[in-house]
């Protein structure tokens, strides 16, 4: 390379840089400028709703603080470090989104926002909390979690909250607290949180053990530990009698404790992608349940309790190592979605034709070698996926299926584009899968 190529592309670079530059602060003042805009609006129409979210904000304009009349503001997705002093002077205001910013704080200021209902300050580089957060006596719901920008995480990931501070059991009126660590962690819960009687949901994510104050909050309806670093599951959580949602997906919990089955109003458990591997034959005490998820597991076998479901509308057993497809499969009745892809079963037991109420059923990834006519009885099938099966055709009855809406099939299966599928009077989408 001469001199003078050498030369040319210094100065290309400088040109890229410059222009690089001059493009992101050009866009950074036209950002600027619809704030003010939006500001300017929200004045003059006396608005009480303020969304500023996604304009790359650094910090607020300080003609911002004069809209004391706020009730919703919105400043998620910007690049904002400080939350100024005056924001407590937003005292109307009920909804604060600050999500995917830079604060590393809150203002003490914050605790005078006596109507705040709801506050989310996930994806931030929170450290601590402030005490005057106890302070907000309509607090309804709190949403936190560490970044999860990769390029970032390994630089953040033990600067995130490690506790909740000691006033968070004044919160008296909280109802919901979402709290994701983004990676396993140790968390502190103060103990005086066992007196928040009105919390009915908790989610909480990468959590080396679950907090005792739970066990004391009869109100919960919804507790999930999704991805928490556990393995098994506290007796005190058996005593919560009113809980129809738990959530144990990512755990590795290998087993449900005897007790669970006191838990009778229960609608909803997720187990997929955990450890389980046996199901406790009490499913029958669960009378209410109407979605179970077991898929991406290590159960090979299902108890004949599950068949006493009678209220069960939706039911994931994909990626599980089933072979057989029991017969009490068919005592599903109300059953409106089925998910069985990818268990190696080489038939469907004929008493699936009692799932009169069936909506969705996913038979992907499996060794059929046919569609059985008496399928096709399902009448109320909208969705059907025989992607990547070994069937040659599709039965003659599918016209049956008056209300098929979706059809997947594989072509490597059914070299012969099945022409019947048009006739289907419903169908909306088809795929005639190539792979």
Known sequence: MNKGEVVSK???????FVDD???????HENNKKKALRLIKECKKHNSTKLNLSGLDLTELPEEMSRLTKLEELNLSSNKLMRLPDWIGNFTELTVLDLYQNNFTKLPNSIGKLKNLKKINICDNLFKTLPNSIGNLGSLEEFKYSERFNHNFYEKTKNTGLIKLPESFGKLTSLQLININKGHDSDFYFPESMKNLNQLKSIWLRHLKEIPKFIGELKNLTTLDFASCKINYLPGFICNLKNLKELGLSRTKIKKLPKRLKKIKNLETLYLNDSSIVNLPDFFDNFTNLKNLYLCNTRIRELPESIGELSNLECLHLGNIELDILPDFIGNLVNLKELYINNIGIKKIPKSIINLKNLKTLDLRNNDLVHIPEFLCNL???????????KIKSLPKGILKLVNLKHLQISKKDIPVYPEIVEKLPKIEWFNYDKL
């Open 10 to 16: 210094s100065i290309n670079y400088r040109k890229w």
């Open 379 to 389: 009448t109320n099938l909208e969705r059907l996926d025989l992607t990547n099966t």
């Open 21 to 27: 530059n001059f493009i992101e602060a050009k866009k």
